[in-house]
């Protein structure tokens, strides 16, 4: 993401994908080379009370946060940075 006109492109192809599947909001954060290249939010982040999404909205996503938590410490073992002995409470 370079120019403009690839910032443009992703921003029409996350709206596509928005309507298509009929998501509300969503926020987005494109991070290139340690710096951010697009940071925003899309649609409502409440659509009952027309409450835009932004970059900084806080999204509830309940258990769906557990598979990413278990897929990276499962990296962090195999990296050896982790051991599955390890007590949470060292963390």
């Avoid at 709206?15 to 899309?42: C, F, N, T």
């Avoid at 409502?44 to 598979?67: D, Q, R």
């Amino acid at each position: 993401m370079t120019s403009c006109a690839s910032e443009t492109s992703l921003e029409d192809y996350i709206q596509a994908i928005m309507l298509k599947e009929q998501i509300p909001g969503l926020s987005v954060a494109v991070v290139q080379d340690g710096e951010p290249v697009l940071v925003r939010g899309y649609g409502l982040a409440n659509v009952e009370h027309t409450v835009a999404a932004t970059e900084h909205t806080v999204y509830e996503i309940a258990s769906i946060g557990k598979p990413f938590t278990a897929t990276l410490t499962m990296l962090l073992i195999e990296e050896g940075i982790l051991s599955r002995d390890d007590a949470i409470v060292d963390f």
